[in-house]
Nanobody, 121 residues
């Protein structure tokens, strides 16, 4: 079994910064990729940023230049540094990971419970 535990959400004024963290634990042989999704009220969940095991990062257009994703492979942790936050960034942010577990032949997708980010104008 795998657990993803997120932290770092909260309330911030527009222009401010937050740093999200997500730590994976449990039956982990290797982590293929980790990422962050978000879902605002009435909207579909969307990919914000992702990073592969070799450090290749991908960003949604609206966060490029403002958000930075990074990972600490030794700690099985991914971070999302969010700067210059806007009210449109308000959403529940979910950690996502593609993980190969021991005794499994294929990686599986895992989700965290979500953390609320609210940006006030």
């Amino acid at each position: 079994q795998v657990q993803l535990v997120e932290s770092g959400g909260g309330l911030v004024q527009a222009g401010g910064s937050l740093r999200l963290s997500c730590a994976a634990s449990g039956n982990i042989r290797s982590i293929i990729a980790m990422g962050w999704y978000r879902q605002a009220p009435g909207k579909q969940r969307e990919l914000v940023a992702s990073i592969t095991s070799d450090g290749s990062a991908n960003y949604e257009d609206s966060v490029k230049g403002r958000f930075t994703i990074s990972r600490d492979s030794a700690k099985n942790t991914v971070y999302l540094q969010m700067n210059s936050l806007k009210p449109d960034d308000t959403a529940v942010y979910y950690c996502n990971a593609d993980i190969l577990q021991y005794y499994r032949s294929r990686p599986g997708e895992h989700w965290g419970q979500g953390t609320q980010v609210t940006v006030s104008s």
